[in-house]
T-cell receptor, first 114, second 115 residues
Framework: AQSVTQLGSHVSVSEGALVLLRCNYS??????LFWYVQYPNQGLQLLLK??????LVKGINGFEAEFKKSETSFHLTKPSAHMSDAAEYFC????????????FGTGTQLKVEL | GAVVSQHPSRVICKSGTSVKIECRSL??????MFWYRQFPKQSLMLMAT?????????EQGVEKDKFLINHASLTLSTLTVTSAHPEDSSFYIC???????????FGPGTRLTVL
């Protein structure tokens, strides 16, 4: 079975500071990993995905994530936070043969302060 | 590319009525669509997997007679909440899976309020 743990339900950073949102996964088979962002009262937008190619994945809006098998992690980072980055972020995992079903983490609310 | 729409975006109905929500993949064909439910400040809960031309697969604890899913074409899936009650009030989100990559793209969601 697959699972995802997001450490920190709330993260607060200053504008211009580094953003680090943590995600650890558990999977008995090679995983596919995703980060999605959700703005209030909206659906989810795909930020980036890891599908067993390059371990450092670059996404939209300046975000990137690194797949570290030894640490079973897929943390999301952005060098410099912008006010518009304030949103809910979800890490998710799926796997080959799983019918593309996603298992989501509990989410991390990112707050960006002036 | 990879745009998914949902209609309506918001619906208010009386207890006992049925509500239909549409999910469309606008620029790609989706053999598989998913329906999720999200409670305030919580993560998404998968309700069912919808495959074009076949019966939906429901997750444990989801009443299939309560939440009717139809996936009649490669670009359209519908969720009908039958005999809705206030406890069915929630944010319903669909996603469509791109066949070649398996990546899910999400619709904007439907806010259902049952009075």
């Amino acid at each position: 079975a697959q699972s995802v743990t997001q450490l920190g339900s709330h993260v607060s950073v200053s504008e211009g500071a580094l953003v680090l949102l943590r995600c650890n996964y558990s999977s008995s088979v090679p995983p596919y990993l995703f980060w999605y962002v959700q703005y209030p009262n909206q659906g989810l937008q795909l930020l980036l995905k890891y599908t067993s190619a390059a371990t450092l994945v670059k996404g939209i809006n300046g975000f990137e994530a690194e797949f570290k098998k030894s640490e079973t992690s897929f943390h999301l980072t952005k060098p410099s936070a912008h006010m518009s980055d304030a949103a809910e972020y979800f890490c998710a995992v799926s796997y080959t043969g799983g019918g593309n079903k996603l298992t989501f983490g509990t989410g991390t609310q990112l707050k960006v302060e002036l | 590319g990879a745009v998914v729409s949902q209609h309506p975006s918001r619906v208010i109905c009386k207890s006992g009525t049925s509500v239909k929500i549409e999910c469309r993949s606008l620029d790609f064909q989706a053999t598989t669509m998913f329906w999720y439910r999200q409670f305030p400040k919580q993560s998404l809960m998968l309700m069912a997997t919808s495959n074009e031309g076949s019966k939906a697969t429901y997750e444990q604890g989801v009443e299939k007679d309560k939440f009717l899913i139809n996936h009649a074409s490669l670009t359209l899936s519908t969720l009908t909440v039958t005999s809705a009650h206030p406890e069915d009030s929630s944010f319903y989100i669909c996603s469509a899976s791109q066949a070649d990559t398996g990546t899910q793209y999400f619709g904007p969601g439907t806010r259902l309020t049952v009075l």
